[in-house]
């Protein structure tokens, strides 16, 4: 039976607008998901080089916050993030800094969601999925606009090998701003090198079909993927920019110490997600009927081990992980369809066989005006969109008000003890914790900080002294005498603790919070 072509429009169109609700109300759920109150340890420092940058008109590339490295060399890969945050605060405070976290992780997401496979139900529940994985890593600092970023090189190459689109001349232009906005670039590069190499590989197993790039198209993406290289010079740093991954790499201690850098605990629930998002992709590519496109594979196993080893790589692992899945899980439920036949609770829910015969995107459809009508269903779209917006500046509102935010910061950091410095000012220099080195960066500028978040910075042996000095290993007297360090403010359980009471330190200050010695 033929379907008048005016009927087929009016389907689209219905469809299209229910596609479009779906979209605009699971970023809002995922928005919410990531308005939170902005006390990441990091976000301080951050905050202070771009006050210094803004301030002086040039990036700050040499240091001058720190003891131990005042006036070394600083290769600042986030300067133009930096300033960008600075600028934020200083006009609307906690509540832009806490929307911009929001607003970044829900641009990662977007982007995203165009490059997965099925109706838009389905690419709703993969997104919010992948947005519980990547949740783990959502923080104000400028490490999200590297997922944002990668996202959009993902997508790029989305395009070129599933849709034959070439957009790959903005590739260049991704780069330049990657490399003034934060050093997570290498990730764009393993997606690209996953998709030359994967498609090599792809020529070796006798894979075909249209998604599967000839040699013409993977050399032009080399092409594109060196002149990208090239483009990383401009920047700030300068050739400096391309030691970015090895300075980071490179301090071991970050894996011993710093828990974003460690491995997975899968026994906090949390975590989980990354599992449940692991097993479902297997289990697609199982039941799926598909062949596993070489790319896909080695996207996946890459970005899978970078997740296992640190879990500050679950957000690339979630960008990487669900477009394959999406590739898969469709499929496989659009198989099980075909077999079952709509009656039921399928009927009831509004799915039905396809009427034009259509099956690029589903011989099942699902329309909701056939349970509720077009009116009825307008309505309840209209008004579940408002309410979830509004609930998600509620909770950016909660989240980031002065009173809990003041509340957090005296439960996360030394507020009373930094006040008590303030007043008595006694004779530096300090060594601190390394969790507060940022927070005193901001709020406690008469004393350079020991250490702080900036790893890549400090590097190995300044961190392992800081170690050492903490657990009363064995010179960390001499380490102290060294820097001259006069002044210590630590956490109460620290082992230094009775080691300096020993070693004749006085104790200047004590609550719940710090402790401060000095000699």
Known sequence: MNIPASVNQIKLSRKKQFDLFVLVLVLLLIFILAARTPLDSDMWWHLRAGQETWQSGRPMLVDNLSTTRFGAHWINHSWLSEVGMYLLYIWGGSLAIGGMTALLAVLSMTLVYFTLEGPALLRAFLLILGSAVAAVVWSPRPQLVSLVLMALVGYLLYLYKWKGVDRLWLLPVVFILWANLHGGFPLGFMLIGCMVAGEFLNYLLGNCGNHVLDRKRVLRLLIWGGISV??????????????????????????????????????????????????????????????????????VSLFTYLGLVARRNYGPFSLVAIPVLSRHLWPAIRAWYEREPVTGWKKSLGFSKSATGDTSDSPVQYDPIRVFGLGVQKAINLGLVAFVAFAAIGKLYVAANP??????????YPVKAIAWLRINHPT?????EYNWGGYLIWFLREYPVFVDGRTDLYGDDILRQWITVIQAGQGWQAILDKWKIRLILIEPGRPLVAALSQDGWKMLYRDDQALIFSR
């Open 403 to 412: 009173i809990l935010v003041d509340s957090s910061l005296k439960s996360t």
């Open 230 to 299: 090239a483009a990383l010079l401009i920047n700030a740093n300068g050739l400096n920019i391309l030691l970015i991954p090895f300075q980071t790499v490179g301090v071991r201690v970050l894996q011993n110490f710093v828990a974003e850098w460690a491995s997975p605990d899968f026994h906090q629930l949390f975590q989980q997600p990354f599992i449940w998002l692991l097993l479902a992709l297997l289990a697609s590519v199982g039941f799926s009927g598909k062949r596993l496109d070489a790319t896909d594979l080695l996207g």
């Open 428 to 432: 530096g220099p300090m060594l601190n």
